[in-house]
């Protein structure tokens, strides 16, 4: 998907759905807790397998909106919404929120905000994810681990996260654009519809 041209201000509207995105993956953040920890017996990091869900809020309403800031409102609203709801990780919740949407807007900037192709989009979930191993890093969230856990303990996050927040948030937010419900965010080019042949 190539964005179109225009202005690249956030509007009132912009802002309002970016919001209604960020309520809906902020409960699902705090849905998500628990099934991340029916992942950990399975042993060998799998729970960082889904870690991903969490940097979805910010590359979907990108690939939606598709305009400057809006990774960042997205995950930063959405952190919130998981925290009033009482995420496990208490207001800390909030500092990943604006890290992980900061990671992701990083790539969309680097595009200059005008491809929000899959490359890209997997490319801002590989950014989450790098400032949401940081933070961990920085907690203490991260124990000593000899080389080979660390290759699988990151490995395993940046799939998960290149699965969820990048392939997953590109299809639904283009299985949405089909729809025609994102016409009255911006205007559909020539192409739009040809990005999604």
């Given at each position: 998907?190539a964005?179109?041209a ?7 509207t912009?802002?309002?759905?970016t919001?209604?995105i960020?309520?809906v993956?902020?409960?699902i953040y705090?849905?998500?807790?628990p099934t ?8 060998v990091?799998?729970?960082q397998m ?6 979805m809020a910010g ?8 305009k ?7 995950e930063v609203?959405a ?10 990780w ?6 990943y929120?604006?890290?992980q949407?900061?990671?992701a807007e ?7 905000y ?5 490359f890209v ?6 950014g989450?994810?790098?400032a ?6 920085q ?6 681990l000899?080389a080979w856990?660390y ?16 392939v ?16 009255s965010?911006?205007?559909v080019?020539?192409?739009?519809y040809?990005?999604?042949?």
């Open positions: 998907m964005t179109t225009g202005n690249k201000r956030l509007k009132l912009d802002i309002l759905v919001i209604v960020a309520v993956f902020g409960v705090k849905i998500w807790g991340y920890d029916l992942m950990k017996p399975f042993g990091h799998a729970e889904i870690y991903g869900m969490w940097f590359t979907f309403a990108f690939v939606i909106i598709r400057p800031g809006v990774a960042i409102l997205a609203a952190s919130t919404v998981s925290a009033f709801l009482g995420s496990e208490g207001m800390s919740t909030l500092v929120g604006l890290l949407g900061l990671g990083i790539f969309f900037a680097a595009f200059l005008r491809k929000t192709n899959l989009t997997c490319l801002a979930a590989i989450a994810a790098a949401s191993l940081l933070l961990d890093y907690y203490g969230y991260i124990d000593s000899s856990n290759t699988l303990f990151i490995g395993f996050r940046f799939i998960g996260s290149i699965l969820i927040a990048g997953f948030a590109y299809y639904l937010a283009k299985a949405l654009e089909l729809t025609g419900v994102t016409r965010l911006r205007p080019s020539k192409q739009d040809e990005a999604l042949d």
